[in-house]
């Protein structure tokens, strides 16, 4: 078996992909899919953590024009990625691999807190080690997260993971002449303003010197093709 091309990987999942096809909510079938490639990935050798999303349950965004305060909406978007969390363990643990959720915020109850030495330990036991709380902080994302959890644990890469096949000049969906990019710096992609991901987590990622790797989810099998080099996104380094 050949060396994934990177050893240790924070890997940012959206929470709307965990609705599957019903748009909102936790979708089982969905978070077994997932569940199922992220443990390939594991297989290849690589260390895996995981960042995911809570837009299919809440985004502070969106709660908070109906009424309740920015930060107070976006701690309860920070509670939907633990939900998302416990999901995704439950489906990992079930298949035979170990996972751990690591926190952002004390919840002793429910999960212990991330530290640098806990994500290290679980990783290097082979556990797949999920993220959740985001930041901890409001009016951050989860794509922020991704970034600044990789630096923090010295990851080689984030794999933000969408529902397109990488960096294009506009919605692919909506635009028919939208044109795709194999490689962007960090620098183009803010400049660009390209909605793939918040230019904070950009930012972050220049400024850590960090690879993001923008690819599709909706193929069976893609993270480990982009851990094996062989799959097909764009790739935004400096
Ligand atoms: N959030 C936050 N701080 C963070 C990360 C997330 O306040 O560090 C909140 C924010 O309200 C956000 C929600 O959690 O809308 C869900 O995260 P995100 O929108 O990134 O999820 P995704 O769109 O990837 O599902």
Redesign the pocket.
């Known amino acids: 078996m050949t060396d994934p091309v990177y050893r240790r990987v924070v890997i940012?999942l959206?929470?709307?992909y965990l609705a599957g096809q019903q748009g909102v909510g936790i979708d089982q079938p969905t978070v077994d899919r997932v569940a199922d490639d992220l443990i390939a990935a594991r297989h290849l050798g690589a260390e895996v953590a995981v960042v995911?999303?809570?837009?299919?349950i809440?985004?502070?965004?969106e709660v908070s024009s109906r009424g309740v305060s920015r930060p107070t909406?976006?701690?309860?978007?920070?509670l939907?990625?633990m939900m998302n969390c416990l999901a995704l363990e439950a489906a990992i643990e079930r298949k035979g691999t170990p996972a751990r959720t690591l926190s952002?915020f004390v919840m002793p109850e429910i999960s212990e807190l991330f530290t640098r030495a806990a994500a290290h330990k679980y990783l290097a036991e082979g556990r797949i080690v999920l993220l959740g709380g985001?930041?901890?902080?409001?009016?951050?994302?989860?794509?922020?997260?991704a970034v600044l959890r990789a630096a923090e644990i010295g990851a080689e890469a984030v794999l933000k993971a969408t529902n397109v096949d990488g960096v294009y000049s506009a919605d692919p969906k909506k635009d028919p002449t939208a044109k795709r990019f194999d490689r962007l710096t960090h620098s183009q992609a803010m400049e660009g303003g390209y909605k793939v991901m918040d230019a904070t987590a950009f930012a972050l990622a220049r400024e850590t010197s960090l690879p993001i790797i923008v690819f599709s989810i909706a193929e069976p099998g893609s993270i480990g093709a982009i851990l094996r080099g062989s799959g097909h996104g764009t790739i935004v380094a400096g």
């Open positions: 940012k959206s929470g709307e995911i999303g809570g837009g299919n809440v985004r502070g965004v909406g976006d701690t309860m978007g920070m939907a990625t952002a985001g930041t901890g902080n409001p009016f951050f994302t989860t794509d922020t997260t």
